[in-house]
C-alpha cells in the first residue's frame, strides 16, 4: 500500500508525466500538502531540492519539507517552457517556473527559477521521483523568451 495516498475524494491523476506534473503545480498554487505528497513515487530514494536548498531525501522529509513552505501560504508557481524526454517507464521534464512576488506597496514581479521534474511509472500510475528546482541565474534568462524577462531577479 502506498505510503502517501490520496486524500479522500482526490481525484489525483496519474495516467501520464503531464498529468503528474499538473498535480504537482496545483498542489503547491493552493499549498495542498496531502495533493502534493499524492504524486510523489512511493519510494525511500524519492528527491527534492528546493530553490537555494539541499537535497530531501525521502517522502517523510519531503512532506516535512514542503509543510514548512505551504506553513507560509501557496506558491504561485507557473511551470513554463517545458520540454519533455520520454521513455516506457521514466520521463523527465525541464522547465522555467515562473514565480509571482508581491513586494512592498503591492507592486508584484516575476521570479524565475530551472526546475527538473524526474516521473517514474509505478502500479499506482505515473509519480514524481524527483523535482530540482534552482534560482535563474541572469545568464539563463534570455532562454526564457523575449518579453518574458523580469527586470530584477530576486
Same mark, same amino acid.
Given at each position: 500500500?502506498?505510503?502517501?495516498?490520496?486524500?479522500?475524494?482526490?481525484?489525483?491523476?496519474?495516467?501520464?508525466?503531464?498529468?503528474?506534473?499538473?498535480?504537482?503545480?496545483?498542489?503547491?498554487?493552493?499549498? #495542498?500538502?496531502?495533493?502534493?505528497?499524492?504524486?510523489?513515487? #512511493?519510494? #525511500?530514494?524519492?528527491?527534492?531540492?528546493?530553490?537555494?536548498?539541499?537535497?530531501?531525501?525521502?517522502?517523510?522529509?519531503?512532506?516535512?519539507?514542503?509543510?514548512?513552505?505551504?506553513?507560509?501560504?501557496?506558491?504561485?508557481?507557473?511551470?513554463?517552457?517545458?520540454?519533455?524526454?520520454?521513455?516506457?517507464?521514466?520521463?523527465?521534464?525541464?522547465?522555467?517556473?515562473?514565480?509571482?512576488?508581491?513586494?512592498?506597496?503591492?507592486?508584484?514581479?516575476?521570479?524565475?527559477?530551472?526546475?527538473?521534474?524526474?516521473?517514474?511509472?509505478?502500479?499506482?500510475?505515473?509519480?514524481?521521483?524527483?523535482?530540482?528546482?534552482?534560482?535563474?541565474?541572469?545568464?539563463?534568462?534570455?532562454?526564457?523568451?523575449?518579453? #518574458?524577462?523580469?527586470?530584477?531577479?530576486?
Amino acid at each position: 500500500m502506498p505510503r502517501n495516498p490520496p486524500r479522500a475524494g482526490a481525484a489525483i491523476a496519474g495516467n501520464t508525466p503531464d498529468e503528474v506534473e499538473a498535480e504537482f503545480y496545483e498542489a503547491m498554487q493552493g499549498a #495542498d500538502l496531502e495533493r502534493m505528497m499524492a504524486v510523489w513515487a #512511493d519510494d #525511500d530514494d524519492v528527491v527534492c531540492v528546493h530553490p537555494g536548498g539541499g537535497r530531501v531525501v525521502g517522502p517523510a522529509a519531503i512532506r516535512e519539507s514542503f509543510g514548512a513552505i505551504f506553513a507560509n501560504g501557496a506558491v504561485p508557481a507557473v511551470p513554463e517552457q517545458v520540454r519533455r524526454l520520454h521513455w516506457l517507464s521514466a520521463a523527465m521534464h525541464h522547465l522555467v517556473e515562473r514565480v509571482e512576488v508581491v513586494l512592498e506597496g503591492g507592486r508584484r514581479e516575476s521570479a524565475w527559477v530551472l526546475v527538473t521534474n524526474v516521473y517514474v511509472k509505478t502500479p499506482q500510475g505515473w509519480r514524481m521521483a524527483a523535482h530540482h528546482a534552482s534560482p535563474a541565474s541572469l545568464q539563463e534568462l534570455p532562454s526564457i523568451g523575449p518579453g #518574458d524577462a523580469p527586470t530584477t531577479l530576486h
